[in-house]
């Protein structure tokens, strides 16, 4: 019905800017009450724990990373059911495979809690 789908990622060195983007698809989405709560992004570098890096909620608050403050910035096209993520300076440390994550979204049939996209990977060389 719905899936995030995700692209954007890349290699790049340090110092240098990707942009993110993740747009929600499918049938459902053409659903007259079909709404997204929250949008997300998440990473999990090697051996790490997948963490939030920046999300974007209901009432426009967005909420980063301390980490990525000031360099990634975090934005949501609600009517395109899209997110994205524009990172700039980035660091080695941001290596990571990066994941958009939607929360609370309502179609005609069900309401899904939460859905991941497949995942895409930002290399950062120094």
């Known amino acids: 019905q719905v899936q995030l789908v995700e692209s954007g990622g890349g290699t790049v060195q340090a110092g240098e800017s990707l942009t993110l983007s993740c747009a929600a698809s499918?049938?459902?989405?053409?659903?007259?009450?079909?709404?997204?709560?929250?949008m997300a992004w998440y990473r999990q570098a090697p051996g790490e724990q997948r963490e939030l890096v920046a999300a974007s909620l209901v009432g426009g608050v967005t909420k980063y990373n301390e980490s990525v403050k000031g360099r990634f910035t975090i934005s949501r096209d609600k009517a395109r059911n899209t997110v994205s993520l524009q990172m700039n300076n980035l660091k080695p440390e941001d290596t990571a495979v990066y994941y958009c994550n939607a929360e609370r979204i309502a179609t005609m049939s069900v309401l899904i809690l939460e859905l991941w996209g497949q995942g895409t990977l930002v290399t950062v060389s120094s």
């Open positions: 499918g049938s459902a989405v053409s659903d007259p009450i079909f709404s997204i709560n929250d």
